[in-house]
């Protein structure tokens, strides 16, 4: 839903409280089932039939006919995102630039040639991707795919569309700081990463923002937007024979122009003690905060046993952390915990909020419940919940075009493949308690823990020193992605 | 690019190409009424192992009074607080270690539960639904602190929606009689001091399956679905039917105005709101196009006018599906340096320039494409599915109103376009809300 749909009804639940994003594994050998558990089959899902190719240039496709309706989504994978930023925010308003016009036409006539379709053209950059993805009827590929290649590759050099965009963008960050649920996960990443590349909020800066050129970003371009580092899904209703001659013809000429560099990302930052982030956010009406510290890359091998023991901890309405912040003691609408995974690093966080008066109550009883993973550990029957739940709501998180489209640009860019999801069941199903107690103890954040408040600083200054050495910013000020 | 639903029917149609997609067609969903009223709609679908029931409860805010704003929404938290065989907490642990999940969700109008889980739990989903339906067990304790829960609902959507903020003091402007004139969530007193015995007494008169309609759809079959419908839901009995709500709110008799302070907000958000009439009267398709022309797209009126003159940041029309006559909505949220008076004037010139001056047959043709591809989208999954047949069924008294949908839309003109802008969008007709750090000081 929009965030103007929202506004017209009450829902149980905010957002989903899984992760987002699919999740990735290595060679997790599944290990012996344990003697009293029960599995519950939640039906068998595999990978739909799919073929890859490559030009001579180094572009990789991944076609995979979906005939549910006819549709088509394209999705383009550059892999360069925000920890390739030369100046904060530059790969984002980089992919904001293929939207301002191309090939010689202007942004309007682009628009107009996109909406009369009733299809839609999409671009943005996270931390370590850049994606153009393209959503139209199966009727209308032969006018939307040379048009999509025009996009991804020859933007114009407009101006006057580039100081128009960059001003809205100013403006939109200054406005992303009026919902503290929108910008907290900036704050989050910063304060865990600091100057390393993961620290780099991909929404840049309202000053690194203003000092941006045109030519800064097509030097950008030039640098990642390669045939070599680039990988683009087709899913939906075409036939793929015909497909791949139209994306050699549109493509085929695309060439590599200089050698990739990639950022040094293997030196991460230690965090020696907890820190206190305290966003000042004078007229707030309640406190949101974040909990954690580092997490895990997305191909580390215990990454389905992980998300299996998070369920536990806070994925699900049942969680520890929702059970006790929510249920029984009415502190908040919703708590929740889990894994943000990037390709060499990762976070993990809890994420709530309260009303101010509860804000130390609800951090210890969050801080209590998350010490439970060490001191009490996990039941058997709730581990066997817990997989039936994982396994239960996988397979719709890859059911629409655009899903899949976006699974297999994040096996180009995480560098997995369909055992992902063919083995997922039997990974999960063989988890064993002794692997949870193995997995809490290897991987969740237990000390030195990093904490962003934001809320009325004035007021919960005291609260926040307990937890560790505090920092205080006003919400308004430029920086953490504003 | 002459496009336009005629596509879609055919698609609907028996002679789609070979190997071509088909979208879903209404011969594709079998449907069947219990004796104690309830209807239940089944569309099969085996793309994935998972299915999902929906139910569709008639009643929303509307069928509130004051004193009891926002129990709608509070009783959709309190149906999964504990029945007689599954106590409180039990549904979710249930649902969950059967591999299923559930949200709900409430509107002026309704009332929507869904369940989503692997197709082989659908009899522990009946047996769930079915307990909470009849045997419904309202605990004091669990009412206390999801009272807590739902303050603080009430409080995240605020601190984190300008939107949320300004349309609930619109709303209590723009309605000075009908029960839309409040919020969903409820005033915050209300949500302090309902009793128990007005949640009795909301169960008994509203959740009685002659009051609801169900949805199945997924890796399902039908006879299953008829055979537990037959075992869990058909003993519940059926309640008189509830009071149809009385008021209709009087004719606005010229432009109504609402301020809102809130320090945080860094631009100032405008938000009109004119009256229309219920979605089942025939002038709903000319007004969601109209909509649709507004603002869906880069191409559209609002973005071209607004965004793109750097006058507007985002600027948005909205057309909720409603039983009763409500609003359309035209928003917009000031670049920086713009006054609020001179985004109000903006979005009224782009209004009045199609009242005056009509739209174009390629603008219609735009959004009727627009809106396929939207229906193409809904059927893309079975949550789509189920989702959009039980909000037709309620709001256009069929679920197969969703396939006439189309030549609804088709037959209309750019002359249809223009009248429903005339009719409706008028001075007389509309509030005006705007949201700003500081309000003007007085002259």
């Known amino acids: 839903m929009s965030r103007v749909t929202q506004i017209?009804?009450?829902?149980?639940?905010?957002?989903?409280?899984?992760?987002?994003g699919s999740l990735t594994l290595a060679g997790c050998a599944a290990t012996q089932k344990h003697a009293t558990s029960s599995l519950v089959d939640t039906g068998s899902f595999s990978m739909p039939a799919y073929e890859k190719f490559t030009l001579d240039n180094g572009l990789s496709f991944y076609l995979m006919p979906q005939t549910e309706v006819p549709l088509v989504t394209l999705n383009a994978m550059v892999r360069a995102g925000a920890i390739n930023d030369t100046k904060a925010g530059v790969a984002h308003m980089t992919s904001q630039w293929l939207l301002l016009g191309s090939g010689g036409k202007s942004k309007a006539e682009i628009e107009q040639t996109v909406d009369s379709l009733g299809a839609s053209l999409q671009a943005e950059a996270g931390m370590e991707g850049s994606y153009l993805s393209a959503d139209f009827m199966a009727k209308d590929t032969d006018k939307m795919l040379p048009l999509f290649a025009t996009v991804l590759l020859s933007p114009n050099f407009d101006y006057a569309e580039f100081d128009k965009l960059r001003e809205r963008e100013v403006a939109g960050?200054?406005?992303?700081?009026?919902?503290?649920?929108?910008?907290?996960?900036?704050?989050?990443?910063?304060?865990?990463?600091?100057?390393?590349?993961?620290?780099?909020?991909?929404?840049?800066?309202?000053e690194s923002l203003a000092g941006l050129s045109l030519s800064q970003l097509r030097a950008f371009h030039k640098s990642y937007y390669q045939p070599q580092n680039t990988s683009i899904s087709v899913v939906g209703d075409f036939d793929p024979a015909q497909m791949k001659a139209r994306l050699k013809k549109a493509f085929a000429g695309w060439k590599n122009t200089r050698e990739l560099v990639q950022p040094e990302l293997a030196q991460l930052p230690s965090l020696d003690k907890s820190r206190v982030l305290l966003v000042d956010k004078g007229d707030a009406i309640e406190t949101t905060f974040l909990i954690g510290g580092p997490g895990v890359n997305r191909s580390n091998p215990d990454y389905v046993g992980l998300t299996v023991v998070n369920t536990i901890l806070g994925g699900r309405f049942t969680s520890w952390l929702n059970d006790e912040l929510r249920v029984n003691s009415g502190l908040t609408y919703g708590a929740r915990s889990g894994f943000v995974p990037y390709a060499h690093a990762g976070l993990f966080q809890i994420s709530t909020f309260t009303k101010q008066a509860s804000t130390q109550e609800a951090i210890d009883l969050a801080l209590k419940t998350y010490a439970r993973l060490w001191q009490q550990g996990i039941d058997q029957q709730t581990l066997d919940s817990a997989k039936a739940y994982v396994k239960g709501q996988f397979p719709p998180k890859f059911e629409t075009s655009g899903q899949l489209a976006g699974l297999l640009s994040d096996m180009a860019l995480y560098g997995f493949d369909d055992s992902f999801i063919n083995e997922f069941q039997a990974k999960v199903d063989g988890l064993t308690l002794d692997e949870t107690r193995r997995l809490v103890n290897t991987y969740f954040p237990q000390h030195n823990l990093q904490y962003v408040l934001i809320g009325n600083a004035d007021k919960i200054a005291k609260i926040a020193a307990k937890y560790g050495e505090v920092t205080r910013v006003d919400i308004k000020a430029a920086g953490f992605g504003g | 690019m002459k496009f336009s639903f005629s596509a879609l029917l055919l698609s609907m149609g028996l002679l789609a190409a070979p190997g071509a997609a088909q979208a879903t067609t209404a011969a594709d969903i079998q449907s069947f009424t219990l004796d104690n009223g309830m209807k239940i709609m089944v569309l099969e679908d085996g793309s994935i192992p998972n299915a999902n029931m929906y139910l569709f409860w008639k009643v929303g805010s509307r069928n509130e009074v004051p004193g009891i704003t926002g129990i709608s929404h509070f009783f959709e938290h309190m149906m999964f607080n504990g029945s007689k065989k599954y106590g409180p907490k039990m549904f979710d642990r249930t649902m969950e270690a059967a591999g299923g999940a559930n949200n709900a969700y409430t509107t002026e109008d309704m009332t929507v539960y869904t369940d989503w889980f692997p197709a082989n739990a659908l009899e522990t989903m009946f047996d769930l639904e079915a307990d909470r339906i009849a045997n419904l067990d309202i605990n004091q304790t669990m009412v206390d602190s999801e009272r807590g829960v739902v303050a603080s609902e009430r409080t995240t959507g605020l601190e984190n929606s300008n939107w949320r903020t300004l349309q609930e003091e619109l709303k209590g402007v723009a309605f000075r009689a009908h029960p839309y004139s409040w919020p969903?969530?409820?005033?915050?007193?209300?949500?302090?001091?309902?009793?128990?015995?007005?949640?009795?007494?909301?169960?008994k008169t509203y959740y009685a399956p002659n009051n609801a309609v169900?949805?199945?759809?997924?890796?399902?079959?039908?006879?299953?679905?008829?055979?537990?419908?037959?075992?869990?839901?058909?003993?519940?009995?059926?309640?008189?039917?509830?009071?149809?709500?009385?008021?209709?709110?009087?004719?606005?008799?010229?432009?109504?105005?609402?301020?809102?302070?809130?320090?945080?907000?860094?631009?100032?958000?405008?938000?009109?709101?004119?009256?229309?009439?219920?979605?089942?009267?025939?002038?709903?398709?000319?007004?969601?196009?109209?909509?649709?022309?507004?603002?869906?797209?880069?191409?559209?009126?609002?973005?071209?006018?607004?965004?793109?003159?750097?006058?507007?940041?985002?600027?948005?029309?909205?057309?909720?599906?409603?039983?009763?006559?409500?609003?359309?909505?035209?928003?917009?949220?000031?670049?920086?340096?713009?006054?609020?008076?001179?985004?109000?004037?903006?979005?009224?010139?782009?209004?009045?320039?199609?009242?005056?001056?009509?739209?174009?047959?390629?603008?219609?043709?735009?959004?009727?494409?627009?809106?396929?591809?939207?229906?193409?989208?809904?059927?893309?999954?079975?949550?789509?599915?189920?989702?959009?047949?039980?909000?037709?069924?309620?709001?256009?008294?069929?679920?197969?109103?969703?396939?006439?949908?189309?030549?609804?839309?088709?037959?209309?003109?750019?002359?249809?376009?223009?009248?429903?802008?005339?009719?409706?969008?008028?001075?007389?007709?509309?509030?005006?809300?705007?949201?700003?750090?500081?309000?003007?000081?007085?002259?």
């Open chain 1, 173 to 206: 960050l200054s406005q992303d700081k009026e919902s503290p649920r929108a910008v907290i996960g900036r704050y989050f990443n910063k304060l865990v990463f600091g100057t390393h590349p993961y620290g780099n909020a991909a929404s840049g800066t309202r």
């Open chain 2, 214 to 443: 169900m949805v199945v759809s997924g890796d399902v079959k039908f006879d299953e679905v008829k055979r537990l419908a037959d075992k869990y839901l058909a003993p519940i009995p059926p309640q008189a039917p509830p009071a149809r709500v009385r008021t209709v709110e009087p004719q606005q008799k010229g432009e109504r105005r609402v301020f809102v302070q809130k320090a945080s907000v860094s631009t100032p958000n405008v938000m009109l709101a004119y009256h229309v009439p219920a979605s089942s009267n025939a002038d709903y398709y000319a007004l969601d196009l109209l909509s649709a022309i507004l603002s869906q797209g880069k191409s559209s009126r609002l973005y071209r006018g607004l965004v793109d003159k750097q006058v507007a940041l985002e600027a948005e029309a909205y057309l909720p599906m409603s039983l009763d006559p409500n609003l359309f909505y035209i928003m917009g949220v000031a670049s920086p340096g713009v006054a609020a008076t001179k985004l109000e004037q903006a979005l009224l010139t782009q209004i009045k320039a199609i009242a005056r001056d009509g739209v174009t047959k390629d603008e219609l043709e735009k959004v009727k494409n627009i809106k396929l591809m939207e229906f193409y989208h809904a059927m893309e999954t079975i949550n789509g599915k189920a989702n959009t047949l039980g909000t037709y069924e309620l709001y256009f008294g069929s679920y197969d109103k969703l396939f006439n949908a189309p030549k609804a839309y088709n037959q209309l003109t750019p002359a249809d376009i223009q009248r429903v802008a005339q009719t409706y969008l008028t001075k007389a007709n509309r509030t005006v809300a705007v949201l700003a750090a500081t309000e003007e000081a007085d002259l």
């Open chain 1, 8 to 20: 017209f009804s009450q829902t149980r639940i905010v957002g989903a409280l899984l992760l987002a």
């Open chain 2, 184 to 203: 969903v969530i409820g005033h915050e007193s209300d949500i302090a001091a309902w009793t128990l015995d007005d949640l009795v007494q909301y169960h």
